[in-house]
Each structure stands twice: as structure tokens, then as C-alpha cells.
């Protein structure tokens, strides 16, 4: 019961909305006079002087232009008292057609040169190390062969 009495009332409710919107366009397109009765449509005329006086009535008033001077001499004003920075060239100048792929593997980039700097630290201790087993190679070549010299010429 009380689902239904509430239904009641909001469908009483939409209903009264209706009117009052409905009434409110009529009034607003001119169809309703003051008094509630039907009335024809008000011609205002803004741009054009009928030639008849009875006509002439709903004229529009000519339209004022706004007062802009002060608010142009205030722009002109702040605009004059702004410093002038110093202009970033690179901002200016046009972009390479590539800027976006290049921002795109600035990463990987980064990643890359973290791993190419540890190959070359590898390599260089690889190198370092085939050359001091090398100069031991050779340190003990000529030790030998010293010691070789040593028991021939004996």
C-alpha cells in the first residue's frame, strides 16, 4: 500500500512538473498573454524602423557600444610593464622529425650504456689478466732459458 500511494504521488508530482514547464514554453514563445488567455506573437524589431507608427511601439533601443578604451589601455599597460625574458632558442626552433622515437628509447638507452660500460669492464680485466699471465709466461721463458745458458756453458 504504502509502494503504491508513493507512486501515486510521484506520478501526481511529474504531472504538475509537466504543466509548469509546458506553461512556462508558451509563456516564454509568447502564445499566453498576462491575463492567461491566448495572444499573438510580439514582433520586436531591432534593426529595422517600420514606416508604420503603430508598429513602431516594440523597437528595440539602439544598441550602445561597450566601453573598452580603459580596458584596453589596462592591457596595454600590463603588457608593458612585463620584463621580456630572455627567449630559449630551443623552444622556438622546430623539433626534428625524430624527437618522439628518440624520447621513447631514452630508457632502453640508458639501460643499454649500463650494460655496454660493464662489457668493457670485463674485457679490459680480461685483458689486463692474459697479459700479466703472459709477462709470467715470458718471465719464466727467459728464466729458463738463462738457466738453460747457465748449464751449457758449463
Known amino acids: 500500500l504504502k509502494m503504491s500511494a508513493q507512486i501515486d504521488d510521484i506520478e501526481e508530482q511529474a504531472r504538475q512538473r509537466k504543466a509548469r514547464l509546458q506553461a512556462l514554453r508558451s509563456k516564454r514563445q509568447g502564445k499566453i498573454g498576462k491575463d492567461g488567455e491566448d495572444a499573438q506573437p510580439v514582433i520586436v524589431f531591432r534593426n529595422y524602423t517600420p514606416m508604420s507608427e503603430n508598429m513602431a511601439k516594440p523597437q528595440l533601443d539602439k544598441a550602445k557600444p561597450a566601453e573598452v578604451d580603459s580596458h584596453i589601455s589596462?592591457?596595454?599597460?600590463?603588457?608593458?610593464?612585463?620584463?621580456?625574458?630572455?627567449?630559449?632558442?630551443?623552444?622556438?626552433?622546430?623539433?626534428?622529425?625524430?624527437?618522439?622515437?628518440k624520447r621513447d628509447i631514452a630508457e632502453k638507452l640508458?639501460?643499454?650504456?649500463?650494460?655496454?660500460?660493464?662489457?668493457?669492464v670485463?674485457?679490459?680485466?680480461?685483458?689486463?689478466l692474459k697479459e700479466m699471465s703472459d709477462q709470467e709466461d715470458l718471465a719464466a721463458a727467459v728464466n729458463a732459458g738463462t738457466n738453460d745458458v747457465n748449464y751449457h756453458s758449463d
Open 74 to 101: 589596462e592591457q596595454i599597460e600590463a603588457a608593458k610593464q612585463k620584463e621580456v625574458s630572455e627567449v630559449n632558442l630551443s623552444n622556438l626552433a622546430p623539433r626534428k622529425s625524430d624527437w618522439d622515437l
Open 110 to 120: 640508458v639501460k643499454l650504456e649500463r650494460k655496454t660500460q660493464k662489457a668493457l
Open 122 to 128: 670485463e674485457l679490459t680485466q680480461e685483458r689486463i
